[in-house]
């Protein structure tokens, strides 16, 4: 396990990062989420030691993460950094031997990546006459071709199309279920929220919820419910201690406490037929929005100049 624990880091006078705390389990996605400079790329430098924090520790199933650690490490970091007029299967197997791999197992490896990734037809090819969508399959397999023990990967799925997203997503979810700590960060919710089995929301350099995504979704979904009945519901907004939001068609969205809830669907049942009743969970997106909404950007804008030095 990946374990953060108060981090904290500034650039100057700008804090960026405040107590970061949270946990990437092994064998686990977890999903690593946040708006533009919430601070995710930088969580991320910092536990690949690129940057060193200001305070606080990162530890690796609870020992200090030093440099042979690191060399385990897959990274897959936000800036592409790979050579353009080099080809992807030369270039794969070169990274493999940095990493201590033979030269005969850098090539297994580099060949079978770049089969699974649907490239193993272009990997005499050099990267610069690639699309956009090959050149991220080709990073993403540059983060895995050592066969990491630890998986950290920033924005892996940004320029790719639907069914390339599905393909990646399987490639990692393979390294995850191998048992290593998986950390990625997206903006796309809905392929976060299909993926990841837990989250960590960051706003303005700070933690605002870590959970399994079916935690997040129970804890989030302010005990909203959806009664579908077959007879007419209108009768529910006289129900007290019931915050209809919406009534439509056959569909009844409200807000109740747990027991007030389940009156209404006894009494529903008692009234006619019931096709469906069901807690609503919100999406990530709803999530994401609920908690963020209040929290000030964190983009490195100038801090304002003290009033003296507005004043001069
Ligand atoms: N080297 C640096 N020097 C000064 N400020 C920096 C540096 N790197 C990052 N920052 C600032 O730190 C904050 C967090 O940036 P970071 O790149 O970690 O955010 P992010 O969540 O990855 O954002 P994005 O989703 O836009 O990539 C931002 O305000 C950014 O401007």
Redesign the pocket.
């Known amino acids: 396990m990946i374990s953060l624990r108060g981090v904290n880091?500034s650039?100057?006078s700008?804090q960026?990062?405040q107590d970061v705390t949270f946990d990437v389990a092994r064998g686990r996605l977890t999903g690593f989420v946040?708006?533009?400079?919430?601070?995710?790329?930088?969580?991320?430098?910092i536990i690949l030691g690129v940057?060193s924090a200001g305070s606080g520790e990162v530890t690796l199933d609870g020992r200090a993460v030093d440099g042979d650690a690191l060399r385990g490490f897959g990274y897959m970091p936000?800036e592409r950094g790979l050579y353009p007029k080099m080809e992807i299967a030369e270039q794969l197997t070169y990274l493999a031997r940095l990493h201590g791999i033979d030269k005969a197992g850098a090539t297994k490896r580099s060949d079978a990546l770049l089969e699974r990734l649907g490239l193993g037809e272009r990997r005499s090819d050099k990267l610069e006459t690639l699309s956009l969508g090959n050149q991220q399959r080709v990073q993403v397999a540059a983060a895995l071709v050592h066969e990491p023990d630890v998986l950290i990967m920033?924005?892996p799925f940004s320029g790719l199309d639907p069914l390339a997203v599905d393909e990646v997503v399987a490639v990692i979810g393979e390294h995850a279920a191998r048992g290593i700590p998986v950390l990625f960060?997206s903006?796309q919710l809905e392929v976060v929220e299909r993926l990841c089995d837990d989250l960590v929301i960051?706003a303005g350099?700070q933690i605002r919820a870590t959970g399994s995504r079916e935690e997040l979704r129970a804890a989030h979904s302010g005990d909203r419910w959806e009664l579908v009945a077959r007879t007419d519901a209108g009768w529910v907004r006289s129900v007290g201690g019931v915050d209809v939001e919406e009534l439509a068609g056959d569909t009844t969205v409200f807000r109740a406490s747990e027991s007030v809830a389940q009156q209404v669907l006894r009494d529903a049942v008692g009234r006619g037929d019931v096709s469906s009743f069901r807690p609503v969970r919100p999406t990530l997106g709803e999530i994401f929005r609920d908690i963020v909404v209040d929290v000030p950007?964190?983009?490195?804008?100038p801090e304002l100049a003290s009033s003296k030095e507005a004043a001069a």
Not at 297 to 301: A, I, K, S, V
């Open positions: 880091k650039f100057g700008h960026v990062l946040g708006g533009n400079g919430a601070g995710k790329t930088t969580t991320m430098r940057l936000e920033d924005e960060s903006h960051i350099g950007r964190n983009d490195g804008e």
